[in-house]
């Protein structure tokens, strides 16, 4: 069974620095993208940023400048760099990812969540 398991959640000051992790474990033969959303009390869930196999990435705008999303394909993890933390960055953070497993087909699968506070 496929697994997302994110780690670096957590309560920050304005301007502080949060880094986010996501490993993915089980069996499956490859990933392919990986990605952040984020859900904020009342709000839809929203892409933060997403990273190709080959390392191409795309930010929402509201992010761009701020975060950095990096993959380690050896380890099966992504991370999500955040600096200059506002208080409109609070949110639940999922992780994402499209990958292949070995008993299965392929498909999207996501992390439980990781809370991230940025108090004003």
């Known amino acids: 069974q496929v697994q997302l398991v994110e780690s670096g959640g957590g309560l920050v000051q304005t301007g502080g620095s949060l880094r986010l992790s996501c490993a993915a474990s089980g069996s499956f033969f490859a990933i392919y993208g990986m990605g952040w959303y984020r859900q904020a009390p009342g709000k839809q869930r929203e892409l933060v940023a997403s990273?190709?196999?080959?390392?191409?990435?795309n930010y929402a705008d509201s992010v761009k400048g701020r975060f950095t999303i990096s993959r380690d394909n050896a380890k099966n993890t992504v991370y999500l760099q955040m600096n200059s933390l506002k208080p409109e960055d609070t949110a639940v953070y999922f992780c994402h990812a499209d990958l292949m497993p070995r008993n299965g087909r392929r498909g999207a699968y996501w992390g439980q969540g990781t809370q991230v506070t940025v108090s004003s």
């Open positions: 990273i190709t196999s080959d390392s191409s990435t």
